[in-house]
């Protein structure tokens, strides 16, 4: 697909003038009576390791000593080999055998041949470290014992045997440890607080490993459990905090683990089995209960108590009263009603609410149980009545009564929220912020782009909704903070409703030879736009909105084919509204002719990358897509050069060292081929005259500068640039700089 050459070079040879005479010799013909592998009849060669064998050809008449080198054994390892010429034999790290024959034969007869014995030791076993089994440090009661195991670790399987001790001399002659199983007794006389046992391995005395003992006391005992009361009455709903006492010897610990003995107690009937705090259910039908306490420390041993449960007297309700009595609650408004339940024994005081009248608005109501009332914005009923029955005894109820009033409305005459301003390369922010007493929607831009777009003017229109009991005025005022400066936007509205619109300026225009991952070049459909690399790591990202399902096609403009106004050999990759490769994951070449083509099965914006084809080109480009099947034609270009005449106001010596410029105007350029001459200004005779381009000498002379080409490394682009021209009169330099702009 890229360009290459072929070279060819044809030699020919030619051999003339030759001849050979040959004459006839009667010496003997060689003959082989043995082969012997020079050095001992067998050598030892350790797995992994290497040897080299030579061999003595006998025989008469001088006999080559050339052998075939070869190891008789087939079902040796792999990597076990021998080099057929040079006799340098390899044995692998994991071969199994123990011997191997290794054979030469006479290349002049191989008839003949010798064997020399290989002998392959088993691999020394090595020890690297002993490690003791279980926790850094385990915890023994004086008079107790502990069994230790051990691991040795090391290279060709070490023995697992170690020898074990104990490090403190000074110990109690009753506590030891058996060197050879590792069960540690501790004398119960033990007096001090840690010992360190040592693992040492018999293969390699110079490795151990240690863990440490941590003495105790000797273990304690538990004989018994006292509940403390041991009888109790405890009311139905009531609770009772139990404490226990652990008996026994060597100072048992005092915890104890709670539960009732019966089974068929209420749900709600339970103890804390940490705290022993019971709580008797308030709908328990026992009449006593057992509670046990059982010792943490031995689980065999417990107390109890006996929990006598009375039998409540009976509950009565003797009415219901609703607070308020009587209420106003405007229509769209609400209310929270309370009762209180009167009777004996403490009787519950849950209530049902309810609306008497069944003729109300659909959208009166009241929760059942909260007793929160809601009046419909369009209830007709002048006043409503509000029941509390008694949820223990139906029977019983109490009423309140609701006057319905029309609402009293308070005016909205001011709004005030905070829009996200536009910022090119930006995802549109959708959420507004508001204060006051009002809701806002989501945020509505005109004109509708996933990225705001530099050099844009945007509209923002949200809608506001008053709260519940507030309205917009007619004369409604508004204020949108934007970037933390208050503006004053369009605003109408008058009721539930109001519509809040403002027009931002123009947002800054965005970095087009940039076109970076995070800002990419917006495109257009059916409009071809530019890019540029200027250094050779670099890249260059557009994007642009699809619609799922919609067929797209893609043409670009470089170096390889083109219109030959690109000066990059590019690579594209193509990414769909999800992320993943649209086009080759290696990058698609040129599509001048023939178009790439994308299906989208989302709606959302892909990207496009452009870099160099080969590591390091630098230069310029351009892309179109469309929906359309044919390729969009590049805008028609401005008068391909453009020339201008420097004025020259004063030639004399100046004190500044500044010539005037005249006008140098260049507004206006599209972003196709164009190209600006800079000509040395006729009817003047000066020594010298070097034109510097955005910084750089580009030379003297006539200069034309086309639009997206180079001169001496410098390039004419869409954007800000500096022309400065030197002169030299009377020995002396004298220079002018202008600034322009290109823009598309």
Known sequence: MKKARL??????????????????TDTPEPTVIGVTVDGPSSVTIARGGTHAFTATVAGTNDPPQTVIWAIVQTNRHAQTTINANTGALSVAASETLTTLTVRATSTFNTRVSGTVTVTIPAPQATVTGVTVDGPSSVTVARGGTHAFTATVAGTNDPPQTVTWAIVQTNRHAQTTINANTGVLSVAASETLATLTIRATSTLDPTRSGTIAVIVIAPYATVTGVTVDPETVAVARGGTHAFTATVAGTNNPPQTVTWAIVQTNTHAQTTINATSGVLSVAADETLTWLTVRATSTFNTAVSGTAIVAIPVPPP???????????????????THTFTATV????????????????ANRHAQTTINENTGVLSVAASETLAWLIVRATSTFNTAISGTAIVTVTDPVLQPIANAEITVAAPVAGAIPDTVAVSTGDFSVGAVSWSPVHSLFQGGTVYSATVTLTADTGFTFTGGLTGTVTVNGTPVIPSIAGDGGTATLAHTFGPTDET?????????PFWLDENVWA???????????????????????????????????TKTMDTRVFIFNPNGTHAANSAGEDSRWNTP????????????VRFTGWISGNIGTFGIVYSSGTVRPPPA???????????????????????????????????????????KNPGGHTFGN????????????????????????????????????????????????????????
């Not at 009167?342 to 009248?357: D, K, L, M, Y």
């Not at 970095?511 to 800002?519: P, R």
């Open 530 to 564: 530019s890019g540029e690399i200027t250094t050779p790591s670099g890249d260059f990202w557009f994007s642009f909105d699809v619609v799922a399902g919609t067929t797209y096609r893609l043409w670009w403009n470089d170096s390889h084919h083109g219109d030959g």
């Open 7 to 24: 070279f060819g070079v044809i030699a020919i040879l030619t051999v003339t003038g030759f001849s050979f005479t040959g004459c006839r």
């Open 636 to 678: 028609a270009p401005p008068p391909q050069t453009k020339s201008f005449t420097l004025g020259f106001t004063a030639l004399t010596d100046r004190a500044d060292g500044i010539l005037d410029i005249g006008d140098l105007s260049l507004l206006g350029l599209s972003r196709e081929p164009a190209a600006i001459t800079l």
């Open 511 to 519: 970095d087009h030879e940039k076109g970076s991952e995070a800002n």
């Open 689 to 744: 005259i070097r034109w510097l381009f955005d910084g750089q000498d580009i030379g003297d002379g006539t200069k034309t500068l086309t639009l997206g080409a180079r001169v001496n490394g410098q390039m004419l682009k869409i954007g800000e640039h500096f022309l400065t021209v030197v002169v030299e009169i009377d020995g002396r330099a004298y220079g002018s700089r202008i600034a322009f702009r290109v823009t598309p």
């Open 596 to 607: 790439f083509v994308i299906t989208p099965a989302q709606s959302g914006t892909v990207r």
């Open 342 to 357: 009167a009777g004996t024994n403490n009787p519950p005081q849950t209530v049902t609410w309810a609306i008497v009248q």
């Open 315 to 333: 509950i009565t309700v003797t009415g219901v009263t609703v607070d308020p009595e009587t209420v106003a609650v405007a229509r769209g408004g």
